[in-house]
């Protein structure tokens, strides 16, 4: 019960509200915080379909590219829930000019960072302009099959569900089959991520075969 109206606290409230007050007050420590607030809102799902259609949201795109090493981890987490929500006029699908900053983002040393910014390329991956996006530029197919290679768990992970995503449109090459072959028999032990190297090369394989 107590839930219920938490719950509908939030749907009749104007949370942006909290964005307008950090441009006033200017401290980024209060915006990280605010951030935080709406990533884990959106764990709600119903109340996460409901604030990805918020155009005021949209702001927080700005801070991508700050230097704050903080608030563009929590941005990215922020973004990769609310691109979860395959629902019309979620605002984070709807335009996806932000996703150049992304890629960008997944080439640091911050494993969290890359992490979350797979997260969001992988949501998009299942969306026909996410798709597209991905595919029609060769520079962001070669950096999800150089991911394949980190270290983090997570990371391969992501990185083989956005090219199981887009695997219909991409034309592989037999170095970079030989090459998801040789990452797939150094997660033998995962499961999971061994059950979506089978699908991939499976997948690639066909495509090559067509292609000959």
Not at 51 to 64: A, G, I, M, T
Not at 68 to 82: D, G, P, Q, R, S
Request: aromatic share 10%; net charge neutral.
């Amino acid at each position: 019960m107590e839930n219920n109206k938490i719950r509908k606290y939030f749907y009749d409230f104007d949370l942006t509200f909290l964005l307008k007050y950090y441009i006033q007050v200017g401290d980024e420590e209060v915006l990280i915080k605010i951030i935080r607030l709406y990533t884990n809102l959106a764990l709600d799902m119903d109340l996460g379909k409901k604030l990805c259609r918020n155009s005021q949201f949209k702001k927080v795109l700005n801070y991508l590219s700050s230097e704050n090493e903080e608030l563009v981890l929590n941005t990215m987490a922020f973004l990769a829930n609310y691109t979860y929500f395959k629902v019309e006029d979620n605002v984070f699908l709807k335009e996806l000019d932000y996703i150049k900053q992304v890629f960008q983002g997944i080439m640091t040393d911050h494993e969290e960072i890359t992490t979350q910014g797979i997260r969001i390329i992988c949501n998009i991956s299942n969306t026909r302009a996410g798709k597209a996006l991905i595919t029609q530029d060769g520079l962001h197919l070669k950096m999800i099959l150089a991911m394949m290679g980190h270290p983090g768990r997570d990371v391969v992970y992501y990185s083989c569900c956005i090219l199981l995503n887009v695997s219909c449109s991409y034309n592989t090459l037999s170095s970079d089959l030989e090459f998801l072959c040789k990452i797939r028999q150094e997660w033998s032990q995962d499961q999971e991520i061994s059950h979506l190297f089978r699908l991939l090369t499976k997948d690639m394989t066909r495509a090559k075969r067509v292609l000959l």
